[in-house]
């Protein structure tokens, strides 16, 4: 009789701990959540500028609406971005870009079921905002004006743009990460962002000698041009290249295609927050908004460049 009422003892205790084993765990994974750090938290968050930037720019050019109608709860009331369209693709550019989209929506999500985040900021995604960053790359205003949305290898370059300023600002966001939390996430982000870039590239490389028309100007002309454009506004020496490049600058000094961006030890190039506005306000100036960002990026760390202005 004894050991039968131990049996229901343990058994009973048996059952309680796993009914609450669930909500242990789950509270176990809040607390780990609040406790990251603030510094990792704003890191985590200012990533949200270009995320929000690539999702919409993606969605829009394969598919011709965004966010607000593929996953309106991650745009937390933000306005939806100015001139963004869908873009004349072919079936096979068309069937990558929309993967690239549906991926950057995973990005939002992932990110904001780990920080609080902030509401979608005011994007310019016009043809007359892409114009001007290519006008400034040339130096000289091109005619027509490039517009991203006219063909596939317009968007193609100016898709060039984008990836790749996330990938240096996750690259330079990983050191000063403290949390396993946060650096599994950059991790997870700056492998699809990479690979993203990559794609771009290598498709952009294929077609490397061919001009762009009507402008009679290479694509790796066009890649060279808005990769030096980059350096120049990020203000920080050269973490930038084209997709062709000096041999003498190539991987090991060897070769001078160059689908993959590094350093001389073919490493990512890392840029720091105030780098990325830099570029993405257009002015080279991180306190100044403009660019893609008309009314500025959101965010502790990007606000903070405001007011420091």
């Not at 750090?37 to 995320?51: A, H, I, K, R, Y």
């Not at 030890?265 to 991180?286: A, D, H, K, M, V």
Request: charged share 20%; glycine share 12%.
């Amino acid at each position: 009789m004894g050991e039968y009422g131990m049996s229901i003892t343990a058994a009973a205790v048996s059952f309680l701990i796993i009914l609450y084993l669930p909500t242990y765990c789950n509270a176990i994974v809040r607390r780990a959540n609040h406790s990251i750090p603030q510094g990792d938290v704003d890191l985590l968050e200012f990533p949200l500028n270009l995320e929000y930037l690539e999702a919409e720019f993606f969605l829009y050019g394969s598919l011709g609406y965004g966010l607000d109608k593929v996953a309106p709860n991650l745009t937390m009331g933000g306005p939806p971005p100015i001139g963004a369209k869908m873009a004349k693709l072919g079936p096979f550019i068309k069937d990558i870009i929309l993967q690239f989209a549906y991926q950057e929506v995973g990005h939002l999500r992932a990110i904001k079921d780990t920080v609080e985040g902030f509401p979608r900021p005011l994007l310019d995604l016009s043809s007359a905002s892409f114009a001007k960053v290519m006008d400034k790359a040339f130096g000289r205003p091109l005619y027509p004006p490039f517009d991203p949305y006219a063909n596939g290898l317009n968007f193609l370059l100016a898709s060039y743009i984008i990836p790749y300023i996330g990938l240096t600002g996750y690259v330079g966001a990983n050191p000063s990460l403290e949390s396993a939390v946060a650096k599994k996430l950059v991790a997870g982000l700056l492998g699809v962002e990479s690979g993203q870039d990559a794609v771009i590239r290598a498709l952009l490389y294929q077609h490397a000698t061919k001009k762009v028309e009507p402008y009679g100007v290479t694509v790796a002309v066009f890649t060279q041009r808005i990769s030096d454009l980059r350096n120049k506004l990020g203000r920080a020496g050269i973490k930038d290249e084209g997709i062709v490049v000096p041999k003498n600058e190539g991987a090991e000094g060897k070769i001078t295609g160059n689908v993959l961006a590094g350093n001389q030890n073919s490493l990512s190039f890392p840029r720091t927050p105030q780098e990325i506005l830099r570029i993405l306000y257009g002015g080279g100036n991180e306190h100044v908004p403009g660019g893609f960002y008309p009314e500025g990026a959101d965010g502790r760390i990007a606000k903070s460049m405001a007011r420091s202005k």
